[in-house]
């Protein structure tokens, strides 16, 4: 097979950073930029950075777990990597787009490839109104937050917070309440993809919330509003025999 141009990227972690140097020695080693793969070595928070930063390059990423969970990620194993990349199947990923306005009128943009959150900041319950394609669903939910999950997000966080599981491939998005005391008797729902969720703040001074898309935080906000990002396409390399839809299957049916 003729050479990949490979860049490989790890976590700061000893042993990781050990892995980084023994396989740019052995397949080469070139910047993200010029790369035809890349090649993630750590957990899952290293293959979200690294989705990240590759926002802008249409490049597959290929993981390889030397974290904790590594959902995201591939079994670790330093040979045969140019066998498995060419193997590989490819998994095509859309992110979602926050549009958060602050107590202040300033609106800032971030991208969320696993989900987009709210949370209350003080100690009293957020009061949150929920809009799904400008026609109001929820007019007051007091919680300690509410997010909207993406298929690949919703065995992260979402699910931690009874959310549902979402098959890769259904158009489906989660709205997923967290710790909501009322109404009591809601417990989220299910939006195609193409959805606009709108959450507005109700008592944005007493009852401050803060909005987070993935790992970047937005305090103090007043509205935000959250849509597919369909200009954006991620692709993630999984090895065919244990591949990000089985392992997602597999969640729902995990003891």
Same mark, same amino acid.
């Given at each position: ?39 993630? $070595?750590?957990? +899952? /928070?290293? @293959?979200?950075? &690294?989705?990240?930063? =590759?926002?802008?390059? %249409?490049?597959?990423?290929? *993981? ?76 007051? $939910?007091?919680? +300690? /937050?509410? @997010?909207?999950? &993406?298929?690949?997000? =919703?065995?992260?966080? %979402?699910?931690?917070?009874? *959310? ?92």
């Amino acid at each position: 097979m003729p050479d990949l141009a490979l860049s490989f990227i790890a976590s700061p972690t000893p042993e990781a950073q050990r892995a980084l140097k023994a396989l740019r020695r052995k397949y080469g080693h070139v910047p993200p930029a010029k790369a035809e793969f890349i090649v993630a $070595l750590g957990g +899952d /928070g290293l @293959m979200l950075q &690294t989705l990240h930063r =590759s926002l802008n390059r %249409n490049v597959p990423i290929y *993981g390889m777990n030397l974290g904790t969970v590594g959902f995201l990620m591939n079994q670790y194993r330093p040979n045969g990597l140019i066998t498995r990349l060419h193997r590989a199947r490819r998994i095509a990923l859309t992110p979602l787009r926050m549009q958060a306005t602050t107590t202040r009128g300033q609106v800032r943009e971030a991208i969320a490839i696993n989900e987009v959150s709210l949370f209350r900041s003080a100690r009293q319950t957020a009061r949150i109104a929920i809009s799904v394609d400008r026609k109001k669903r929820v007019p007051e $939910l007091y919680c +300690d /937050g509410v @997010m909207v999950a &993406t298929p690949a997000g =919703s065995t992260a966080y %979402n699910l931690s917070v009874h *959310g549902p599981i979402i098959p890769l491939g259904t158009g489906l998005l989660a709205l997923t309440p967290i710790s909501a005391f009322r109404p009591r008797r809601w417990r989220g729902a299910l939006l195609p993809r193409h959805s606009q969720v709108e959450f507005t703040v109700l008592d944005p001074r007493k009852r401050p919330v803060a909005a987070a898309a993935d790992s970047v935080e937005i305090p103090n906000v007043v509205r935000v509003s959250v849509t597919e990002a369909t200009d954006i396409e991620l692709t993630l390399l999984f090895d065919p025999e244990h591949d990000l839809e089985e392992r997602i299957l597999k969640e729902q049916f995990a003891p």
